[in-house]
């Protein structure tokens, strides 16, 4: 039998996961004249000791701002990543990339786009542009850190986990404490209880 405080928290984490509306407000074409890295990543999912295919996932994290998006993709394609690139970054942004295949600069750039890489077979940075993706390797090591912490992620529950990832890294950026903002999105939903015993 499952104690109060397992409960609770899964209760916590279901809301937090469940709830559609906080990424809504910062999410969609935030990288106006900004400068995002993207980046892909292939996740290990495990289910009942059975290893599944690969789950692509791709995203990115703008340099002046913070903001990022993580979503899943079926593959690694350049018109998978292009149509996601031109769905998540504001026209006439700059991407910054590495070398994979997907990424085709003829492309990107037709949609509007800059975009420069560096091809990580020779530097992690390029001695002659400065183009990196560390900024957006640090993000994956974050959502991988959870994700290795956890013994792996389900795949019917990776969507939320990734939605729950990028809502934590908004309250971080935003400097808001994660309880309360929770709290705060509860009370929105649910006016009518008294949430401050909770605090």
Same mark, same amino acid.
């Given at each position: 039998?499952?104690?109060?405080?397992?409960?609770?928290?899964?209760?916590?984490?279901?809301?937090?996961?469940?709830?559609? $509306? $906080?990424?809504?407000?910062?999410?969609?074409?935030?990288?106006?004249?900004?400068?995002?890295?993207? %980046?892909? !990543?292939?996740?290990?999912?495990?289910?009942?000791?059975?290893?599944?295919?690969?789950?692509?996932?791709?995203?990115?994290?703008?340099?002046?701002?913070?903001?990022?998006?993580?979503?899943?993709?079926?593959?690694?394609?350049?018109? !998978?990543?292009?149509?996601?690139?031109?769905?998540?970054?504001?026209?006439?942004?700059?991407?910054?990339?590495?070398?994979?295949?997907?990424?085709?600069? *003829?492309?990107?750039?037709?949609?509007? /786009?800059?975009?420069?890489?560096?091809?990580?077979?020779?530097?992690?940075?390029?001695?002659?542009?400065?183009?990196? !993706?560390?900024?957006?390797?640090?993000?994956?090591? %974050?959502?991988?850190?959870? *994700?290795?912490?956890?013994?792996?992620?389900?795949?019917?529950?990776?969507?939320?986990?990734? %939605?729950?990832?990028?809502?934590?890294?908004?309250?971080?950026?935003?400097?808001?404490?994660? /309880?309360?903002?929770?709290?705060?999105?509860?009370?929105?939903?649910?006016?009518?209880?008294?949430?401050?015993?909770?605090?």
């Amino acid at each position: 039998m499952k104690s109060t405080r397992t409960r609770a928290k899964n209760d916590v984490i279901g809301f937090r996961r469940s709830e559609p $509306i $906080i990424l809504s407000d910062f999410l969609p074409q935030f990288y106006q004249g900004r400068q995002p890295c993207c %980046s892909h !990543t292939a996740t290990l999912l495990f289910a009942r000791g059975r290893v599944l295919p690969e789950q692509w996932v791709f995203g990115g994290i703008c340099r002046e701002t913070k903001d990022s998006f993580v979503v899943t993709v079926p593959n690694g394609t350049g018109s !998978t990543l292009l149509d996601k690139i031109i769905e998540n970054i504001a026209d006439g942004g700059t991407t910054y990339s590495d070398s994979w295949k997907g990424y085709q600069t *003829n492309r990107i750039e037709r949609e509007g /786009f800059l975009h420069a890489k560096v091809n990580h077979k020779y530097n992690f940075i390029d001695p002659d542009t400065g183009v990196h !993706t560390q900024t957006v390797e640090r993000m994956w090591g %974050s959502a991988k850190w959870r *994700n290795k912490r956890h013994r792996r992620t389900a795949r019917h529950h990776l969507e939320f986990y990734l %939605s729950e990832f990028i809502w934590r890294q908004h309250q971080v950026k935003e400097n808001r404490d994660c /309880f309360d903002s929770m709290l705060n999105s509860v009370s929105a939903h649910f006016p009518s209880i008294d949430y401050s015993v909770f605090k």
